[in-house]
């Protein structure tokens, strides 16, 4: 397995001034995580946790007030290493849509609404491709296709679609030159059942294609559990824990993540759905030691001053937990 | 047929209602006010001639029937749309018995090249500029051209006239102090060079302000698109600037702009009254200022009437254009 | 009053605006303990250029141009005043019954709003006033203005009230059975306030425009002085032909200073209430 992008002790943060008030939310901090060519990467998390923010860092596009105030984040295409927090104009025209690609959050609003859809893929396609009208149009005409979209969207302006459409024209703009990696935030959001099926149908079908890798963000964890090879837990700007799917659904270890997935309806079970009592903290002033500590309900007294670290349980399992931490030294102590 | 019935109907609808309004208080404001205008135009005709009782009487009756005041108060209201209607003002008091429909037509061409053309070109000025500045923020130039245009922007154009008439006709005497042109009217060169070099001072005057409320209405809605979701999308996909600017950017500001460069036009004829009057320029203001002058009420009151069907029109005008300019309304 | 100092240690547009209104309010004061009083004539040598004695010059009726300067900004100020007064009273009723009853009231008053917006207020204004001349004062000016600006108000504070009446307080004043006008001046009028205030700043400078205007084309009570009036007189007596400049350069600098200023402040109060800016303002709770 090859890792395809890395990030390092990312820490991100909104930095805003204004009339003598300073705010830092720290939305994104001390994160490192490695995803593998190929695979699903869940990130899943409550709103406000800092999905879309670790995302927009992963992608290099950040402006301020968002500022990366330490880490790295590196993409490896094949044997070439390339720094994303430092993205020249060359890079980003080299990069962008022909490798690495976003399907951004709440994607009604992404289509120009005064372009027709045709129109929005030439733009895209010829900032990174030299083709001619017609050969663009040939490649978009051909895309849909192959997914199953009618070509009468193609003339279409945006608000003439319908809400699954659109994100469906969206999802297949932003992997129109295929790339090998995939950004989604929040793909099926505010979507109708019956149409969220059928874009994650589309996700599976454009990720297994060419065997891209897909960064997929939702708080919704059967999205996750439908898609997801590996998921990481985001609470409060830090990963709590992070595994392969089936281990995050069957066997979670932290006490956040085993009450995500309480939360989550099952078909089989009668078991009680458990909702998390309180809410995130606000991220501009986290809590002390442990983020969860307040929410808690297994919370000691370590947790109130000391930031538990992310701690490998096994292979590919990490969590972040003084209660995982002590399980783990006392079973290699014993 | 839902676009007549639930777009171009009540367009038409509010165009009536913005008239009859307009037409109704313009008629309603003489009849209200404590000065009677005829005792008033008596009072000037009869100040300088001895005029029979008798005499004085039959005038105000010809006075009466002339401005539409005889009859019950009803009567006069039909009258007065029906002369609105006909497109009658009647005759000006004071250049008897010239028609009011003349001596405003006199003005008009002056108005609407002067205004026109200064209304366009601070519009493109504007848009241009703001769309760059809008999308720039950060750029050194943006930020200068800001901060001189928003202390421009308050400083009335009528103002600026006079610093401008003060500076280059009197201390530095390179413009032609008042008029619209010297010469007989003709397609020759000269008379052409003539009516440019006269209208400069009065456009420079209007279009300096003009462009600054352009500028920072156009930078506003540029900095506005430049954060919508599908901007900072093509932007991420790195189309380029050049592209995003024009197609992303300014093509959505683009509604509200040509809404309000139609509604600019539409009221030329109140926009720039003092700057006609500073440079004694031949056009409507320079009537207006001249019937204020003479009290010639119903002079005004055809300028009134004119520029309430202007605007009016011209919104009107735009609505129905909304359609072209925005794929939104055009197929729903 | 923390709106105030934050404005002040944070906008300096803010902090030159009010520079400059202080310096204008002053003029104001002084206006009260003028050596002359405002029309008498030949009180000083007529024509007389700027000197220690006459720092802005005198006139061709032997008025000190300083002195009556203060008058005339004084009684713009009251044109405008009044004429806001007027104005964002009838647009703040109307906006408020308009918003809050909603319905066929508001329906009707609103399209009665967008006619009136459409009708131009210049040519009107000039219609009445050449009908009134002669019995013009200050105040009937000053009403005649305000009565002609209300309908943006009006529509802006209906946006205002719509918007407000959608928040999640409101709907909660209201389940807590709190009645309509507690929840109308303990709940919205704290958002109102400052939005009224930045409207009134707005009001001021569309109130100077006009006063100015009229004055200039002889419309308005031209036997007292405001800023219009002193440049009408300049006009009136020729005072570029005959190269006394300094006549009209008082009015005139002065009205764009105070322009400036009303602006100024306008708009740092405008991105003081942006709710993005407002926003990054607010201290963290809990
Ligand atoms: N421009 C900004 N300025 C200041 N703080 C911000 C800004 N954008 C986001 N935040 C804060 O950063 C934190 C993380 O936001 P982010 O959008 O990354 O969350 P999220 O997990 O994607 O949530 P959601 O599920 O709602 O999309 C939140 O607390 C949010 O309030
Ligand atoms: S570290 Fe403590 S507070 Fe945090 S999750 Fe574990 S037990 Fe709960
Ligand atoms: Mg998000």
Redesign the pocket.
Known sequence: MTTIIEAKNLKAY?I?QAYGVE?T?Q?VDNISLEIQEGEVFGIA?E????????LKVLLGAFEP??TVVDGTVEYHFDSERINALALTDQNLRDIRWSKVSYIP?GSMHVLNPVRRIRDSFYDFITTHQQVGRRESLEITRKYLADLGLPESVLAAYPHQLSGGMRQRVTIALATILWPKLIFAD?PTTALDVVVQRGVIQLLKEVQQREGSTLVL?T?DMGVHANLADRIAV?YAGKIVEEADTRTILKNPRHPYTQYLIKSLPHLDERAERVSIPGRPP??DNPPTGCRFHPRCPLAIDKCRTIDPDLITVRPGHRAACHLVTEEVIHATTA | MTLLKEFILPRLLQWAMVIFVGVTITFLIPRLSPVNPIDQALGRLTAFQNVEPEGVLALRATLEDLYGLGGSFFDQYIAFWQRVIRGDLGPSFSAFPRPVNELIGAGLPWTIGLLGSAVVLSWVLGVVLGSLAGYFPHRLWSQVLDKVLIVVYPIPYYILAFVLLMAFTYYLPIFPLVGGAKGTPGLNWDYISSVLIHSFLPAVSIIVGATAFRFIMSKALASTETSSDYVTYAEMAAVPKRKVLFFYVTRNTMLPQITDLALSLGAIFEGALITEVVFAYPGVGSVLYNSIISADYNVIMGITLLSIVGIATASLIVDLSYPLFDPRVRFR | MTTVRDLFRFSPSFRYGAAILIVVAVLVILSFVSPYAPDKRRAVPRNEPPSAEYIMGTTSTGQDVFWMLTFAIRNTLIVAGVAVLIGRSIGVMLGMISGYLGGTVDRVLSSIVDSVIVIPRLPLVILIASILRGEMTILTLAILIGILDWAYPSKRYRAQILTLREREFTQTAVFAGMNTIKVVVQEHLPFLIPFLLADVVSGFLFAIGFEVTLSVLGLSDLGSQSIGTMIYWGNYYQALLTNRTWVLAAPIASSVIIVVGFYLISTSLSTYLDPRTRL?RMQVKG
């Open positions: 909104y805003t705010r939310v939305a998390g709103s406000g946790c800092g999905k879309s923010t670790l007030p968002l959050q929040e963000i708080h985001l606000a991220l | 990054s």
